[in-house]
């Protein structure tokens, strides 16, 4: 890549996302050299993929190079894509007023409601460039998952009163998801850091950092966005973004849609939730989400948060 000029793009959290320049336009160019390339050589096929699949659609960038690795020669798989402009949400939000908050949930929510209605034959991971689905698991529930993790993570050591309150928040969970009986594309990793937002209009420009993406359930990213930012003006705009857009599908339709779309939403995360927790000690965001799993499984409230 000595054509590029590359230099660690802020806020690439993954060490392999780099800030370049070629034939004078700005470029960003990520290296799948530890966990891209843990995902498999597929993994720079499928990003490329989704992005020409959402472009024009989302806020997106264009794919601009794609160069598959080479395992045997040692050389990782690399992706070139135009540089998008815009301020990163979580440098950004905390100077917005309550009514910009609200203009910018609102876009937001519109963002994800056009995601939502892009439908996939069944639920789970890309595995090649033709994004071929290949199904989760026949008993991937959420208590099964949450069984899982139970051995395998940091929950072993959670007390058995907060396990079997987790357990009972899961169950119900599931109930409540089962409702909606269809897949979407799910990006899946919404948050601040990998969202864009114009500082003086207040568009959305880009929504980045696509590598978890996956056929899933409609309020996945919902609950993704709305995980730790509570704040009232911010939610309320999101959500109505959303029902604008995606308000005829999934029971929406009905009174009580906001309730109802937001309960989702929780549901759908809390799978992501207990993987983060899982992982309590190897980042800020996992104890944050340890503390928060903790205080929705000793309530039973999905809405619970730590503190």
């Given at each position: 890549?000595?054509?590029?000029?590359?230099?660690?793009?802020?806020?690439?959290?993954?060490?392999?996302?780099?800030?370049?320049?070629?034939?004078?336009?700005?470029?960003?160019?990520?290296?799948?050299?530890?966990?891209?390339?843990?995902?498999?050589?597929?993994?720079?096929?499928v990003d490329a993929a989704v992005l020409r699949l959402v472009r024009g659609l989302l806020p997106v960038p264009e794919v601009l190079e794609l160069r598959r690795p080479d395992d045997s020669a040692g050389i990782p798989g690399i992706l070139v894509t135009g540089f998008l402009p815009g301020a990163r949400l979580d440098q950004l939000l905390p100077r917005l007023s309550q009514a910009e908050r609200g203009l910018v949930g609102e876009r937001l929510g519109r963002t994800l409601g056009r995601m939502a209605q892009m439908p996939m034959p069944r639920p789970g991971r890309f595995v090649c460039h033709d994004l071929r689905i290949e199904p989760w698991a026949e008993d991937a529930d959420l208590v099964a998952w949450v069984e899982d993790h139970r051995v395998t993570t940091a929950l072993a050591d959670w007390p058995d009163a907060d396990y079997d309150g987790l357990l009972r928040v899961a169950d119900a969970a599931q109930v409540l998801l089962d409702e909606v009986g269809r897949a979407c594309l799910v990006h899946s990793d919404v948050n601040p850091k990998n969202l864009l937002v114009d500082p003086l209009n207040h568009e959305v420009t880009g929504l980045l950092d696509w590598e978890f993406a996956h056929a899933g359930h409609p309020a996945t990213d919902l609950g993704n966005l709305l995980r730790f930012d509570r704040d009232d003006r911010l939610v309320e705009g999101v959500l109505a973004g959303y029902l604008e857009v995606a308000g005829h599908l999934d029971g929406y339709d009905a009174p009580g849609a906001r309730e109802l779309l937001l309960h989702r939403a929780r549901a759908a995360d809390l799978l992501a939730l207990v993987d983060l927790a899982g992982r309590r000690g190897e980042s800020p965001v996992a104890e944050r989400a340890d503390e928060q799993l903790r205080a929705i499984a000793r309530t039973g409230d999905l809405h619970a948060t730590a503190g």
């Open positions: 890549m000595d054509d590029y000029g590359l230099q660690p793009l802020e806020g690439g959290f993954s060490g392999e996302t780099f800030l370049g320049e070629s034939a004078g336009e700005r470029t960003v160019v990520r290296i799948y050299a530890g966990r891209g390339a843990r995902r498999g050589v597929a993994a720079v096929d």
